[in-house]
């Protein structure tokens, strides 16, 4: 089946910093989306993209859908502590009545004051 | 709206014990899934279903059934419980429209499940 790789796993940074993060799949999608998760929570959504190219942003947050849809990035600028979390990416393909999402394993960003 | 709600929030299961995880929302969605997500892993699908009386298998389905009979619960069950199936679950709702911009997933906050 299709798999996306993220990375990094885990990134320790300080408050301030920028962060970016990535995803790649095997495989094109024709949407992708960012979740952030904290702990004991369900994935909420971030930014979702639905054409490649697209470079879309939600506050500190940018993402981009890569030209070849087999990508996307996430950025956060100006990290604070409440940037915290688990970030996930996920690709999905329309078409039928499917709705799967693959999503990758994640990274989790610790971010110190 | 109190968007997509699961309950329990935590349960320990003996193994070859049976049990129903609840979902339900009231979004009026159209969409339902069930997710799995393993330590340190993203989220696999389970089953989901596009509509009352209507599921299909995801990619995790062996070990669970599920049922919609209304528009708002998709009710997950394990018949024979087995410590592989110790995870957290996930429940997620969406509206598909007729676009493709329409499909937000929204998720519960999870049910813990350990199976000893």
């Known amino acids: 089946g299709q798999q996306l790789n993220q990375s990094p796993q885990s990134m320790f940074i300080q408050e301030g910093e920028d962060v970016s993060m990535n995803c790649t799949s095997s495989?094109?999608?024709?949407?992708w989306l960012w979740y952030k998760q904290d702990p004991g929570e369900g994935p909420v959504l971030l930014i979702a993209?639905?054409?490649?190219?697209e470079l879309t942003s939600n506050g500190r947050l940018t993402a981009q859908f890569g030209i070849t849809r087999k990508d996307s990035f996430l950025n956060i600028s100006a990290s604070i502590p409440s940037d915290v979390g688990i970030y996930f990416c996920?690709?999905?393909?329309?078409?039928?009545?499917?709705?799967?999402?693959?999503f990758g394993k994640g990274t989790k960003l610790s971010v110190k004051p | 709206n109190a968007g997509v709600t699961q309950t329990p929030k935590f349960r320990i299961l003996k193994i070859g014990q049976s049990m129903t995880l609840q979902c339900t929302q009231d979004?009026?969605?159209?969409?339902m899934y069930w997710y799995r997500q393993d330590p340190g892993m993203g989220l696999k699908l389970i089953y989901y279903?596009?509509?009352?009386?209507?599921?299909d298998k995801g990619e995790v389905p062996n070990g669970y059934n599920v049922s919609r009979s209304t528009t708002e619960d998709f009710p997950l069950r394990l018949e024979l419980a087995a410590p592989s199936q110790t995870s957290v679950y996930f429940c997620?709702?969406?509206?598909?429209?007729?676009?493709?911009?329409?499909?937000?997933?929204?998720f519960g906050p999870g049910t813990r499940l350990t199976v000893l």
């Open positions: 997620a709702s969406s509206h598909r429209g007729t676009g493709t911009y329409t499909d937000t997933q929204y």
């Open positions: 495989s094109i999608f024709n949407t």
């Open positions: 993209l639905y054409k490649a190219g």
């Open positions: 996920a690709g999905m393909n329309y078409g039928g009545s499917q709705g799967n999402l693959i």
């Open positions: 979004m009026n969605h159209n969409y």
């Open positions: 279903s596009v509509g009352a009386g209507i599921t």
